[in-house]
């Protein structure tokens, strides 16, 4: 059968250390629709060619005015000036405002000439054309200036930005309707193994369907990349040669399964002819048989064939550098801070990964056994045991990385 | 100009009180590929049509056998055993293990009929057909049992569900290749002003592009529903109504504009009209000229024209709302615990939110004015000020909710 003794593994400290000089950030830009581009990272800064906004505008609903005419207006005191226009948003004013005269004004509307302030129309008194103002308004008040949220020539949106919907609303602001993102890491993703059917398909004896493919393509998406499926290959090796080849030109290589040692060394053989093994086994629970090599800069993981352990592990090691790779500052991962509702132990000198249901403050550990995807889908998230504890009492706070 | 006075105002808790009883969850469902259900809800439990794994299976590589062979064996005292076959993975036992016999059998691989544990192969030597055993196993040990992970009839997803990789994978592991899921609750976006123009177009003097679209777009489809954007309706009262009656044909219709108070008072007129409005009016800063209104169960929002409090009303007010209609547990936000590093002082009896741009630990306040979006585009998330707290100090500990 070709098998071969365990095989060493490493800490998983030393693996995160590998891992994070590995997988360089994508260089490709491509441009799209400001409206589908959340999400997605500025490639190229994009510099405001205008004011925002254009013009000087009212901020208040109220009249336009020379802030001089107003002084010593107060409550007790009214100073009549003149009405010679109302002024709605969208509009032009066809006047300029002259000494004793106002012009009527909506929120948003642009100031005319002559006017430095508008008073607000809480403290005013209008009958007809007459207009009465009880408050002494400085210039510019109640003002928003031309170029007050951006200057022409200045930077909106620097690169490396991820654009959430204020940053869209910038570009909008600025009349833009497509942007230059950095492309997302296209990322292979190749089930492996004689004994896997895509979902389907039909099973024969000894079969069981493949769900690492569909975990990984979902994950993949949440963190930034772009799946690219390779058709599953069972364990023949002149077959995963080719595959490993046709995946290898992608930014990124998932693959999953060969969970015999036997099937391992197949990818091992092929890895090593074309790249480098910089680890084939972690300190880990679950998660251990897990490879990791780079092919001429192209990183390649290769995640144990179980559900839980291959999902764990794209959150743990895959995720951070695939977050990198989309210029994306860290996963986008929420984080709760909990109460372990029950004890959990773990094996001495080994890395654990605990799946958690969370029940308001409270996580309540669902972890069944490795091989088994219902633990993970009945948890909403995992917390990591260090390698020298060997128990987590009831009552400790954990900080659980939510699915 | 047809100016009403200062419109009365709410307390936010109030507002929320009311928000809370408004938003059916939608009960439509559609059929989705599970690959592109990420996110999603379950409508329809995905009921376990067979076990998973549906065979007794090794979890180890190393030798099916009888536990009661190994009976005594110790690492001191190997029992020898005559290996019948190998089981790869994938394949099917061709003969059943009885006494004084093994298989060979790697991870994954069906157990043959008579084994009742595995040997690992670390606690074994091999010569040719000659096994010796160094470790006593017990019955079921290092065996995956058929239907450990699910056993048919089981639910595997429950309604309401809301799809992560992990859950994927469990309809995955079952060979299923759709799920019926929620429909997303469809959002009317109608932004409405003689100002407006949308981004691509030409602006004339008095103009500006209209961000709110865009960034509501972007916030609706952040939090499970699907926006429906009306075309842009300038401050036209039969016009308006026209677009009204439009966007009630959706889940939720979310209006923008109308900055000054003759504007609104159009939207006020049409909506009384046709349903309730149930307030118009916050004590909040920004975002106090918002509308709440019910049309026959189609909750209305009429947020500020300007784009910062139209686009934290979304997050503040819209976004709760929103996922409970796409039936998600709760917005979709992160949330960072933080040092406020400047004091920060705001208005007496209005509840006010400040955005923040994080660093480290530290929340650094970036507030220009309300009609700014450049503050909020450099923010990345915003935190409440209650309304009776005028002055928070440098140094408190705020709880930022992130765009």
């Known amino acids: 059968m070709g098998y071969r ?85 969208g509009a032009t004013p066809i006047a300029a405002v002259v000494a004793g005269t106002c012009a009527g004004i909506a929120t948003g509307a642009p100031v005319p000439d002559g006017a430095d302030a508008v008073v607000m129309i809480e403290h005013t008194e209008r009958d007809g054309d007459r207009v009465r103002v009880f408050e002494a308004v ?10 007050s949220d951006l200057v022409a020539g200045e930077i909106a949106l620097a690169q490396d930005t991820v654009l959430t919907p204020a940053r869209l609303a910038v570009a909008a602001a600025l009349g833009i309707t497509e942007l230059e993102v950095f492309r997302r890491p296209r990322v292979a993703i190749l089930s492996t193994g004689d004994e896997i059917v895509a979902p389907g398909g039909r099973l024969r004896d000894g079969q069981i369907f493949d769900a690492n493919t569909t975990a990984l393509e979902a994950a993949v998406i949440a963190h930034g990349g772009e799946p690219v499926v390779a058709p599953r290959t069972g364990d023949d090796r002149e077959a995963l040669a080719r595959a490993f080849d046709l995946c290898l030109k992608e930014d990124l290589v998932l693959f999953s399964g060969g969970s015999s040692v036997g099937e391992r060394d197949f990818a091992l053989d092929i890895l090593s002819a074309r790249g480098r093994i910089h680890f084939e086994g972690l300190q880990l629970k679950p998660g251990k048989p897990t490879i990791f090599a780079d092919v001429d800069g192209v990183p390649v993981f290769g995640l144990p064939g179980n559900p839980v352990s291959c999902l764990t592990n794209m959150y743990l090691f895959v995720a951070p550098m695939l977050c990198r790779m989309a210029h994306l500052p860290s996963p986008v991962q929420r984080e709760a801070t909990v109460r372990l509702r029950d004890e959990v132990v773990s094996p001495k000198g080994r890395h654990q990964v605990y799946p958690v249901r969370l029940d308001g403050e409270d996580a309540i550990p669902v972890f069944k056994t490795s091989g088994e995807i219902t633990s993970l889908a009945r948890a909403d998230g995992f917390f990591e045991i260090p390698a020298d504890v060997e128990r987590v009492v009831a009552g400790t706070i954990v900080q659980v990385v939510m699915f």
């Open 5 to 89: 003794p365990d095989r060493k593994t490493i800490p998983i400290d030393e693996a995160r250390a590998i891992l994070a000089v590995h997988g360089e950030p994508v260089s490709r830009a491509e441009r799209v629709a400001v409206a589908s581009a959340s999400g997605r990272v500025v490639a190229q800064a994009l510099v405001a060619d205008r004011d925002v906004p254009p013009f000087d505008r009212a901020a208040m609903d109220g009249f336009a005015v020379r802030a001089s005419d107003t002084s010593g207006a107060s409550p007790d005191r009214g100073i009549e000036l003149r009405r010679i226009e109302t002024i709605f948003s």
């Open 138 to 147: 400085a210039p510019r008040q109640n003002i928003g200036r031309a170029g």
